[in-house]
């Protein structure tokens, strides 16, 4: 039972961890907004809630002398996946704090950068909030108010692995992963369900038909020999006018 609390302790923080991270990329872009910046406060707050939770918990259970070897070889391995996923929030809280001093909202000092990326980030952050519809606040201080305590928010991350470490002794290298790398890419589970939301890069090219890719494909082989024996011919011809003239 706590073995399965545990796992659906850190599928949630995992979760809102990425959300979090596809968020961070618009950040300074085009996509950038005022409500990108209160679903970036949202979302890692909740982050922070649930890497909190999930400390607790893990560290309860690896200090329990009577628990089987072979739970705390599964607990020791969940306890590794979750400092990672806290080393990769701490790294885009980072980023969002730099980039939010260089891009600010209300007196922007500087262009947005044209990176191509279109779409709302509604989705992604109602998907980390495990909520319908998101609800925005009118904060005219975000740009400073808000840095202020993600400034703040990243000395307490820093501060909780390093009491993590301290606590729990657990070195990565000697955790054993218990499948191979890349076994998720090859899961069947549908994209709807797995899938944290990304934002749109531009729009979906059309599909060809089969039939229709072959015959451009072959096309293109033509031109391809038809250029290289033009380009071999006028080679010739200008070596030869070259040795006659000499």
């Given at each position: ?10 599928d949630a923080l995992n ?5 979090y ?11 950038d907004s005022q409500?990108?910046?209160e679903?970036l406060?949202?979302?890692r707050?909740?982050?922070q ?7 607790t918990k893990?560290?309860?259970l ?7 070897k072979?739970?705390?070889?599964e607990y020791e391995?969940?306890?590794v996946?979750f400092?990672?996923?806290?080393e990769?929030?701490e790294v885009d809280m980072?980023r969002?704090l ?8 209300k007196?922007p000092?500087r ?19 495990s909520?319908q519809n998101m609800?925005y606040?009118a ?10 305590e993600?400034?703040s ?9 390093e009491e993590m470490?301290?606590?729990v002794?657990?070195a990565p290298?000697a955790?054993?992963a218990?499948q191979?790398a890349?076994?998720?890419l090859k899961?069947n ?8 939301g990304v934002?749109?890069?531009?729009e979906?090219e059309p ?5 229709g890719?072959?015959?451009d494909?072959?096309?293109?082989s033509?031109?391809a020999v038809f250029?290289?024996?033009?380009i071999?011919?006028?080679a010739?011809?200008l070596g030869?006018l070259?040795v006659?003239?000499?």
């Open positions: 039972m706590g073995k399965d609390e545990c796992k659906t302790m850190l979760k809102v961890t990425a959300c991270r596809h968020l961070v990329i618009a950040l300074g872009s085009t996509s409500n990108l910046r679903e406060k949202k979302t707050k909740k982050a809630e649930l890497a909190v939770a999930n400390r893990l560290t309860s690896l200090k329990d002398k009577s628990i089987s072979e739970d705390r070889a391995r969940l306890w996946l400092s990672s996923s806290m990769l929030l980072k969002s730099e980039i939010g001093q260089d891009f600010p909202i007196v000092t262009h947005f950068i044209q990176t191509g990326m279109t779409g709302s980030t509604t989705t992604v952050a109602a998907r980390a909030m909520v609800k606040e904060d005219s201080n975000i740009d400073t108010v808000d840095l202020r993600l400034q928010e990243i000395t307490q991350v820093t501060q909780m692995m470490e301290m606590k002794q657990v290298w955790v054993e218990k191979e890349g076994a998720e899961s589970m549908s994209v709807g369900n797995s899938s944290v934002i749109s890069i531009c979906e599909k060809e038909e089969e039939g890719g072959s015959r494909s072959g096309i293109a033509v031109c250029v290289f024996v033009v071999l011919a006028s010739g011809i030869y070259v006659n003239m000499s």
